[in-house]
Antibody, heavy 118, light 108 residues
Framework: QVQLQESGPGLVKPSETLSLTCTVS????????CSWIRQPPGKGLEWIGY???????NYNPSLESRVTLSVDTSKNQFSLKLSSVTAADTAVYYC????????????WGQGTLVTVSS | EIVMTQSPATLSVSPGERATLSCRAS??????LAWYQQRPGQAPRLLIYGASTRATGIPARFSGSGSGTEFTLTISSLQSEDFAVYYC??????????FGQGTRLEIK
């Protein structure tokens, strides 16, 4: 059974870069996409972008200037970097695996809370 | 960007009754519409994709309908574990993929 696990610092200072990793277990990431979605406390879901195992990406235009997604097939991992963070970037960050580029998401990580604060 | 609007924001229903949740898209998303359930402290759980296809393991009391701009999630005979927040998501016109703001289903 495939499982996704997000990991990374839970606290990031304003203006710094948020870095998270999504480790996939139970299946290869080959031929799959990984989307990143975030949810500020008490609020709704926001799509950040996706990356294909080959490295092809697509970003939310509202975040595109600050987001970088990457993949490491040798480690079966996807990564997210969000630069110049502010308090508005405080959220639970989820990764989700999917088979098509534009798709619903049937497999999610449990999410990780990242707080932006000095 | 396609804006997804869910109504109502909060729905109060008694256990055993039927709940009807709505989702409207600012322009047609054909049938590329999904519904998710989110319980407190948990990741969203896919219920419906393609507007009306139940995801694997989802009970038959959950059903989805609609196409274009108007969609409905119906939960027949509510169980205690169904009280949660529900989101719709469109994946027809992107980027970005967009979600509705959610409907909170609470016990009456």
């Amino acid at each position: 059974q495939v499982q996704l696990q997000e990991s990374g610092p839970g606290l990031v200072k304003p203006s710094e870069t948020l870095s998270l990793t999504c480790t996939v277990s139970g299946a290869s990431i080959r031929n799959y996409y990984c989307s990143w979605i975030r949810q500020p406390p008490g609020k709704g879901l926001e799509w950040i972008g996706y990356i294909y195992y080959s490295g092809r990406t697509n970003y939310n235009p509202s975040l595109e200037s600050r987001v970088t997604l990457s993949v490491d097939t040798s480690k079966n991992q996807f990564s997210l970097k969000l630069s110049s963070v502010t308090a508005a970037d405080t959220a639970v960050y989820y990764c989700a695996r999917h088979y098509y580029d534009a798709s619903s998401y049937s497999v999610w990580g449990q999410g990780t809370l990242v707080t932006v604060s000095s | 960007e396609i804006v997804m609007t869910q109504s109502p924001a909060t729905l109060s229903v008694s256990p055993g009754e039927r709940a009807t949740l709505s989702c409207r898209a600012s322009q047609s998303v054909t049938s590329n519409l999904a519904w998710y359930q989110q319980r407190p402290g948990q990741a969203p759980r896919l219920l419906i994709y393609g507007a009306s296809t139940r995801a694997t393991g989802i009970p038959a009391r959950f059903s989805g309908s609609g196409s274009g701009t108007e969609f409905t999630l119906t939960i027949s005979s509510l169980q205690s574990e169904d009280f949660a927040v529900y989101y719709c998501q469109q994946y027809n016109n992107w980027p970005p993929i967009t979600f509705g703001q959610g409907t909170r289903l609470e016990i009456k």
